[in-house]
């Protein structure tokens, strides 16, 4: 049989390749369905519940990895343009045999070079299943001629609070919050996929947010849309997160003193900044805590960055700043969901709430201020503009 399908042209191997992957996901319980558009392209679209793969299996002569990763790379990109953005990727990569260490080039490559974005998987005709990718757990064949250590690829410790992940809490949390405390899409999502396509982010990303949202049991199991519950604990554990995590500042000042007002509202302009902390709760008219310099949050600290705002040098000692440079920990969240107030980039209300818990500087007070205001209704369940 080995030999027989060894020998067979790509047509036919890319088939046998094709049923293979079919029965395999037919077994585990996914409705398989062959070929779902051919101008899209795709060979399977699988499905089982809200989660939706396109499949794309390439097929090789030989299991040889320099034969199996360019074809890898090809069906990868095939099957990303075909998923869209409503279905998850899944490339496959086939041959008559394959050895662990052939498999493992491809498994790594895929690790590598995408990352979660996009499932992986390895089959041969002579028993060889191996998947990996969100859902995709359970789906290895029994009989793996090797060690299972031999395939394994690092798996990824799940952060429900990554920098990723907190800006998908935004845009679930959106609708209940006004406009100008926080900028993000503002609809109800049936699914990761239109999650994903609103928050501008990967399915994979969306979908791994998803089902570790179900994981803890912070999403409603009834609705029909993703709604959070338990909504306590998740703020707490939220804020917990953000507090163990930390943020790099530096005192700086204003090596011209003109007017200092003026000096921060040219830098904030620059589009490389905004305003957080307790300068941004203010900006929000929900300010609490006065006397503290206003922070200015950027992406990172670089010397170009620094240098980029000529006016902007670091405090002497004994000098008082004219302002903090926070180097935030969750440049996506941040900058994602900051809005404008008086033309001015500001942290929502949410990142304000989030940044200035962990503070020492009055920090709890300015907190528990947005939380009345603002935030319990959320937490709650019950809408409030603020």
């Known amino acids: 049989m080995n030999e027989l399908q060894s020998r067979s042209s790509r047509p036919e191997r890319e ?17 398989v369905r062959r070929q779902p558009d051919r101008q899209a392209g795709g060979d399977l679209l699988v499905r089982r ?18 034969r199996l990763i360019p074809l890898w790379s090809q069906a990868c990109l095939q099957a990303k343009h075909a998923a869209g953005e409503r279905h998850m990727p899944l490339a496959v990569v086939a041959a008559p045999k394959i050895g662990p260490r052939a498999a493992k080039q491809v498994l790594d490559f895929a690790k590598e070079y995408s990352g979660n974005d996009v499932g992986v998987g390895v089959v041969d005709f002579a028993g060889l299943r191996l998947f990996r990718g969100e859902y995709l757990e359970g789906l290895d064949s029994a009989d793996v001629r090797s060690s299972p ?68 049991g912070y999403l409603h199991e009834s609705r029909g849309s993703l709604g959070l519950v338990r909504r306590e604990e998740l703020f707490r554990r939220w804020e917990a997160s953000v507090m163990s995590r930390g943020a790099k500042e530096v005192p700086m000042r204003f090596a011209l003193r003109r007017e200092p007002k003026g000096e921060l509202k040219r830098m904030l302009g620059s589009g490389r900044a905004c305003l957080g902390l307790f300068a ?58 900051l809005v404008r107030a008086d033309g001015l980039p500001v942290s929502d209300i949410l990142q304000v709430w989030l940044d200035v818990s962990s503070h020492l500087s009055r920090g709890q007070e300015q907190a528990d201020l947005i939380r009345r205001r603002v935030l319990d209704a959320v937490i709650h369940g019950e809408p409030k503009s603020g």
């Open 280 to 337: 941004a709760a203010d900006a929000l008219g929900f300010g609490f805590v006065h006397g503290v310099p206003a922070h200015v949050c950027v992406q990172r600290f670089t010397h170009e960055a620094i240098t980029a705002w000529k006016n902007v040098v670091p405090v002497e000692p004994g000098e008082p700043p004219d302002l903090i440079l926070r180097q935030t920990a969750t440049p996506q969240s941040m900058f994602r969901g």
């Open 149 to 216: 250590a031999e395939f394994a690829m690092p798996k990824e410790v799940a952060d429900l609070f990554s920098d990723l992940n907190q800006w998908l809490l935004k845009v679930l949390l959106a609708p209940e919050l006004a406009d100008r405390l926080l900028a993000a899409p503002r609809g109800r999502y049936h699914n990761a996929s239109q999650l994903a396509r609103a928050a501008n982010v990967s399915v994979m990303s969306a979908s791994r947010f998803v089902r570790e949202l179900e994981r803890l």
């Open 49 to 66: 519940g809200r989660n939706s793969y396109v499949v794309e299996v390439k097929a090789a002569p030989e299991g040889r990895g320099d």
């Open 15 to 31: 088939q046998n390749a094709e049923q293979i992957v079919a029965e395999v996901f037919a077994k585990a319980g996914w409705e």
